[in-house]
């Protein structure tokens, strides 16, 4: 299939990775609902039409065709009906903001304390590596029980499972571009299940309150649990999308404020612009960019576009958050503009469960930065770069105080 613009056909899956945002501008001004056909789908890159779709009884959610090959099934994020509303039932109570607050400073400050503590006086870090992601990996690594992984472990399996999952180029005839794309993320989904297969045997005799115990058991009949295959596609979400959400949320928050050294001052003055702050930053550059999607159930028209049955459509929220109808000057980082809501969690019945969770694993650690830190300057001697077109975050960032 191509397109009557000839542009379209020519879109790769370097340049979206390496910068999505030139072509998703020109796509929301000229085709915001298209067929893509690198990524074998139409897509929607409008902030109307992703939140029209995203709600529609009209669309059901269906995984990538490289989620799927990553994840496999039943992921939380790719059913419907009476499947997603049992994966839900497992993964949402924990994730409940009254459940969330009562063990999350207790969880996430001491994460942040000491991996501070490992570079507060040095003078110099990069942030990514150093803290953004392990706190992220490690705040979740807990939660979920796998307290013996080390974070540097954690933060290998989401990179590996990020890979694969966005290793979406597909040919003329649908079929993956470069098939060995997949193999650091089978290698990584080997790795978790030769650890976590143990832990489960152990929580099925044993249960506890770590979150993956809480999912074998919780609303099962007295002596029974959900099977293993059955959790694991949605366990690689979290430790593809729950992991490096928070961590990225982070850092691209930070170098938002980086452009903008007067708001960066404030917040560093005012903690309580702290949640402000990384709402901008989700919104400036999403974590999740573009990594769900929706299939039409019945025949439908969007946006002027007639789209039968069974056709897929991608949702691209991080070009929904940069859509000049909705905000203005959106690729600006700006702490000042009108607090509307966004999309960077996604939206209808298949948002992510994390919000609550996420928010606050970032507001803790950007508190703990900033009292440790409260001089931090971006080293402008190397630049930061972002990779990602269906999960976006910086690379690296690295950065000076006078300690």
Known sequence: MTTTLTWIDEITMAELERNPYPVYERLRAEAPLAYIPVLGSYVASTAEICRTI?????????????GGRTFGHPAVIGVNGPI?????????????????????????????????????????????????EPVSVRALGDLLGLHDVSSDTLREWFHKLSHSFTNAGVDENGEFTNPDGFREGDAAKAEIRAIVDPKIDHWIAHPDDSAISHWLHDGMPEGQTRDRDYIYPTLY??????????????ASTLVGLFTRPDQMEQVVDEPGLIPRAIS????WTSPIWSATAR??????????????????VLM???????????????????????PLPHLAFGAGNHACAGIYFANHVCRIGLEELFESIPNLERDTSSDVEFWGWGFRGPTSLNVVWEA
């Not at 299939?295 to 897929?312: H, K």
Request: overall charge negative; charged content about 25%; hydrophobic content about 40%.
């Open 295 to 312: 299939v039409a159930i019945t025949d439908v028209e969007v946006a002027g576009v007639e789209l039968p049955a069974g056709t897929v």
């Open 237 to 250: 979400v979290y430790l593809l999308g729950a992991m490096q959400e928070p961590g990225h949320a982070m």
């Open 280 to 283: 901008e930053g989700m919104r």
């Open 54 to 66: 995203a709600t529609s009884d009209r669309f059901e959610a269906i995984i990538t065709k490289a």
């Open 316 to 338: 691209s929220y991080g070009s929904a958050n940069h859509d000049s109808a909705t905000h203005t000057a959106p690729s600006e980082y700006d702490l000042a503009r009108p």
């Open 84 to 132: 997603h509303a049992d994966l839900r039932s497992m993964v949402d109570p924990a994730l409940q903001p009254q459940e969330v607050d009562r063990w999350i400073d207790d969880l996430v400050r001491p994460i942040a304390r000491g991996y501070l503590e490992q570079f507060e006086d040095v003078g110099s870090a990069e942030l990514v590596a150093q803290y953004c």
